[in-house]
């Protein structure tokens, strides 16, 4: 898939890792991240790039010793997203960066080039549909994706502080969040707790277009692009974004295949 931002059209470019057309954008939330003077209108433009080289490099910043140079473009960290998924659904995984000399190195610092926001279920762990290792990646997860002032707190310090420059909602199939909430509205009951709290935050995702298994499926892809949209109408991340330093993007795993696509 290749990327139509303005900063970029007609330019030489790689496909894009995840199949799919680009994300859009939802309107603006009231909450913002950590209050830096950047502000921006939110839009998804990030030029894509080859694949992080395959050799070993020498300890600079954002490199960790022993390891290959982190990517440092959203094009890059895509790319190698899309290939540790591509190792895990053919049983080829790596399982990089688990040495002692690793992890002697990342006992000083960290240099992770995705966050990953994610639902909590237990087939779906991110480090591991993506092949990655120690440092790689910073992992939040939640029920459903849902987000909460310390998950969009999460995000920004990855963003914000470490210069990650890319950031991927994970939703997945079967998920019992949206299933739970799904349902929750369809029969009008309350659920215990602190879980109707999680189906509050993904009912504005029904699909009212679809009934069963397949509302459940589709609520799942629009809780992925409402949970993308409101970090994308964040004003600190749509800064980083305008600049092409950010992409934010809606993806889905399938329990089924193993693979991830993207969520448009």
Partial sequence: MNTDSPAHRGAGRAPHPFAGPRPTTGGPVRRTLLRTALTGAAALGAGLAATRPATAAPHTPGNTPGTAPRPGTPGEALAELAAGN????????????????????????????????????????????????????????????????????????????????????????????????VEAEESGGRLPAHIQYLADQISPAIDHGKEGDARIDATVDANVRLVRSRLAAEPDLAAKVDTGRLAIVGARYELTSQAVHRVA
């Fill in 86 to 181: 591509r190792r895990w659904r053919a049983f080829r995984e790596r399982h990089p960066h688990e040495t002692p000399e690793i992890r002697r190195a990342l006992t000083t610092a960290q240099h992770p080039f995705a966050v990953v926001l994610g639902c909590i279920d237990s087939r779906v762990p991110p480090e591991l549909v993506f092949d990655q290792g120690l440092g790689d990646l910073m992992t939040v997860r939640t029920a459903g994706e849902v987000l909460d002032e310390a998950v969009l707190g999460s995000v920004a310090y990855g963003v914000l502080e470490l210069g990650i420059p890319l950031v991927v909602v994970l939703g997945h199939q079967s998920c019992g969040a949206v299933r739970a909430a």
